[in-house]
Structures are given as structure tokens and as C-alpha cells.
């Protein structure tokens, strides 16, 4: 059982793994190559760092851990090819749709039954992040849409299942590292037949792997111990939020008036599951 302290600790390694993962958007516009190309060589920098901070050993792999890593691959490779074939706003939306997914399917999965609390918290997320991509949402480009949506089914599978993993005696980064691993090795085709981008480019690859990605799968991993599924993907949810802000910032590109409204509520609501929490998962 998780002490308060505990959990009060994996919410806050949460926010910081949400504020990890936003910044890819702004840094992989930074890189000029093939996407599939820069999700291969972030993956390989992620996996290699993880090992190299943890050094698990990789033997007796099991099927939950085989299915967390293959989930998170394959949730990686459809977001980036959904941003391709549908607008960024519709893939991050409909993605998103992931916290849903893990509430219906949790009980029967994990045994974690979703609350009231939960519930609200999905209704406010889906709906602020709706109001933060109003003016950019299209009902067009179907096959990305569906896409988009396999990264959602991904994306809570990922987090079921390392929850699952969690639940046991081995160590989830196992799982990360396998993933990234996987990754690495399905996009190294697009590497080596696409001209590699400069020296700033690899400095940006390298801060890709290392911060965006390593610096928040260990978070992550330790936090998903002693958080539910659910909560391990509403806290955060606050990466979509911040990704345009952290463009903003960069260069200029200024989000409207919904969207700042959207923002609020989606802060606001992350805000709200984590000061009211009703439980301390074992």
C-alpha cells in the first residue's frame, strides 16, 4: 500500500513527466528530417539513457512487460503518423481520448474501477483541450483521425499495462527501455535513408531523447507504482496544454482566446484530481 507521501510525491513526478513530454513539439521543429527518422534515433538516445542511469537487467522478459513496450511503440508511431495524414490539433484531441478508454476498460483490466471524481476530471480534460483546438479541429482526413484513435487505444494499453508490470516484482523501466528499443529499430530504416540533419540538429535530437523523453519515463516509472492507470494519464494530460505554449515562447505563435480558456480548465482540472485525491493505490 502507498503511503499519502507517496502518492502526494508520484502526482508531482507526474506534472513533471507531462511538462517533459510537451516540449517535443517545439524541439522536434527545431530538427529538419524525416519524422520517422527522429522517432528512431529519440528512441535509441531514450533507451540507451535509461540503461544507463538504471542498468536492469533485460533477462526473463515477461508477456506483460513485452506488452507494455510493444503498446508504447505502437502508440508513438501512430501519433506521429496521424499528425501526418490529419491536423495536429485532431490527433492531439482525439489521442487524448486515451483517459476514457482506461476508465471503461480498468476494472476488467487492473481491477481499478474508475470514480465519480475520475469521471468529472475526463469530462473537464476532454473539454478544455476541445476549447484549446477549437479554431484548428476539422472533421476531415479520416484515415488520420482513425489513427489518432488507435494512438488513444495505444496510449491507455501503454499505461494499463505498465501498471500492471508495476504491480509486480520486476522493474517498469524494463518495459520503457524495450519500447524505446522497439522503436529505435522499426524507424532505423528512415534513418539511414534520409540526409541527417546538421550539428544543432543532433543537439536538439540528443535533448529530444535525453530530457523529453528519458528524464520522463523515469518519473514515470517510478510513479506508476503508486498511482492508478488512470490517474497515471489524467495528471499528465497537461502536456498538450503546454506544447504550444512552449512554441509561443519560441517563436512567437501566440494561442487565441479559447484556447487560453481550454488551458485554464484543463490546469484547473489536473489541478483538482491531484489536490483531491480519494485514494493510495497499493
Known sequence: MSTPAEHRRAFVLLIVCGLC??????LIKLVDWHPLAIWSTRSAIAGATLWLVRRPSMRGITRAEWGAAIALSATTVLFILSNKL????????????????????????LGERATR???????????????????????????????????????????MSLRKVALGP????????????????????????????????????????????????????WAIRHT?????????VIEPVMSPIWVMLAIGERPGGWALVGGLIVVGAVTMRAVVSPRHPT
Open 21 to 26: 513530454w510537451s516540449t517535443g513539439g517545439v
Open 86 to 109: 490529419t491536423t495536429a490539433a485532431n490527433a492531439i484531441l482525439i489521442q487524448y481520448s486515451a483517459p476514457v478508454w482506461i476508465a471503461l476498460l480498468g476494472t476488467w483490466f
Open 117 to 159: 471524481l475520475d469521471w468529472v476530471t475526463i469530462v473537464l480534460v476532454l473539454g478544455g483541450i476541445t476549447l484549446f483546438f477549437f479554431e484548428q479541429l476539422t472533421f476531415d482526413h479520416v484515415t488520420g483521425n482513425l489513427l489518432a484513435l488507435a494512438a488513444g487505444v495505444g496510449f491507455a494499453f501503454s499505461a
Open 170 to 221: 520486476t522493474d517498469p523501466l524494463r518495459s520503457l527501455i524495450l519500447g524505446n528499443l522497439l522503436g529505435a529499430m522499426i524507424g532505423a530504416p528512415f534513418v539511414f535513408t534520409h540526409a541527417a540533419p546538421d550539428a544543432n540538429g543532433w543537439l536538439v535530437l540528443l535533448a529530444l531523447g535525453v530530457g523529453q523523453q528519458a528524464v520522463a519515463y523515469l518519473c514515470y516509472a
Open 228 to 236: 492508478t492507470a488512470l490517474e497515471a494519464m489524467l495528471i499528465p
